[in-house]
């Protein structure tokens, strides 16, 4: 009469095992969000001045929150040569690209998976540009912030991947005479930090982690990175140049056509 209950109850928890929970953390893509098929590298032929690319930061919290007022992103970046391109010189008066970092809380209208929290009411702001940090002279730091009113608070919940912004960046002093060297040198970027706001008294929520196996990672002109855990985030270690490592020489071109 007892083994009744106990096999239902094991069914039960096997049931369970067999549904893992999803993993709260980061995701970051070009055009798209992670969940909607955002491409993880960019290639650009580096041939305009005109025209902009576009990088998606996501988030799915670990847990559900319900008095989310704002979203801080810190996105690192590290080139594959040893001093950053000063086509990354994005902001700053003294900078080679000043003016062509952007961000903005508008999701795509192809999005189809990310929900989008902010309903178009987030202020945003790039309180923070900080070229050679955290250490070397290749690497730099975007701080990124948005706000909502208190009586705008919104709740996201578990398990659910939310768009968190877009971070543009214009092609502006790309080609020409007064164009800013190194655009073709391929860059690993991270999304390291993303912070949910909450009201002072209820507390802020730190998420750091990749929701998916380097979610929160992406390549420009073939970059590819390595994520090492670090205090109080994961740092890019090493970015190498994979474009050309693949790329085909002239030899091994010719002796397919033997």
Same mark, same amino acid.
């Given at each position: 009469?007892?083994?009744?209950?106990?096999?239902? #109850?094991?069914?039960?928890? *096997?049931c &369970?095992?067999g549904? /893992?929970?999803?993993?709260g953390?980061?995701?970051m893509?070009?055009?798209?969000?992670?969940?909607? @098929?955002?491409?993880?590298? %960019?290639?650009?032929? #580096?041939n305009?001045?005109t @025209?902009?690319?576009? *990088?998606?930061v996501?988030? %799915?919290?670990?847990?559900?929150?319900?008095q989310?007022t704002?979203l801080?992103?810190?996105?690192?970046?590290q080139s594959?040569?040893?001093?950053?391109?000063?086509?990354? =010189?994005?902001?700053?008066?003294?900078?080679?690209r000043?003016g062509? &970092?952007g961000?903005?809380s508008e999701?795509a209208l192809?999005?189809?998976?990310?929900?989008?929290?902010?309903?178009?009411?987030?202020?945003?702001?790039?309180? @923070?540009?900080?070229l050679?940090?955290?250490a070397? $002279?290749d690497r &730099?730091?975007?701080?990124l $912030?948005f706000?909502?009113? +208190?009586a705008?608070? +919104?709740t996201?919940?578990?398990?659910?991947e939310?768009?968190g #912004?877009?971070?543009?960046?214009?092609?502006?002093?790309t080609?020409?005479t007064?164009?800013?060297?190194?655009?073709?040198?391929?860059? #690993?970027?991270l999304a390291? =930090?993303?912070? &949910? %706001? =909450?009201?002072v008294?209820?507390?802020?929520?730190?998420l750091?982690?990749?929701?998916?196996?380097?979610?929160? *990672?992406?390549?420009w =002109?073939?970059?590819? @990175?390595?994520?090492?855990p670090g205090? /109080?985030? /994961?740092?890019?270690?090493?970015?190498?140049?994979?474009?050309?490592a693949? %790329?085909? $020489?002239?030899?091994?071109i +010719?002796?397919?056509y033997r």
């Amino acid at each position: 009469m007892r083994r009744a209950p106990l096999t239902a #109850c094991l069914a039960v928890l *096997l049931c &369970l095992a067999g549904q /893992p929970a999803l993993a709260g953390g980061i995701g970051m893509r070009w055009d798209l969000c992670y969940g909607d @098929g955002g491409a993880s590298n %960019r290639v650009f032929a #580096c041939n305009s001045n005109t @025209g902009t690319e576009r *990088l998606v930061v996501s988030f %799915r919290p670990s847990q559900t929150i319900t008095q989310v007022t704002g979203l801080e992103v810190a996105i690192d970046a590290q080139s594959s040569s040893a001093t950053l391109p000063s086509w990354w =010189q994005l902001r700053g008066g003294s900078q080679c690209r000043d003016g062509q &970092l952007g961000t903005n809380s508008e999701p795509a209208l192809l999005t189809s998976t990310c929900v989008d929290a902010w309903q178009g009411l987030a202020l945003a702001g790039v309180p @923070g540009f900080s070229l050679y940090y955290p250490a070397g $002279t290749d690497r &730099l730091r975007i701080i990124l $912030t948005f706000s909502l009113p +208190r009586a705008s608070a +919104r709740t996201v919940v578990s398990g659910t991947e939310y768009y968190g #912004c877009n971070v543009i960046i214009g092609h502006a002093k790309t080609v020409g005479t007064a164009a800013c060297s190194g655009c073709l040198v391929p860059v #690993c970027l991270l999304a390291s =930090q993303v912070v &949910l %706001r =909450q009201p002072v008294g209820v507390g802020n929520v730190f998420l750091s982690e990749s929701f998916a196996p380097n979610s929160a *990672l992406v390549g420009w =002109q073939g970059g590819e @990175g390595i994520v090492t855990p670090g205090s /109080p985030n /994961p740092v890019i270690s090493a970015c190498s140049n994979t474009t050309a490592a693949n %790329r085909p $020489t002239w030899g091994v071109i +010719r002796s397919l056509y033997r």
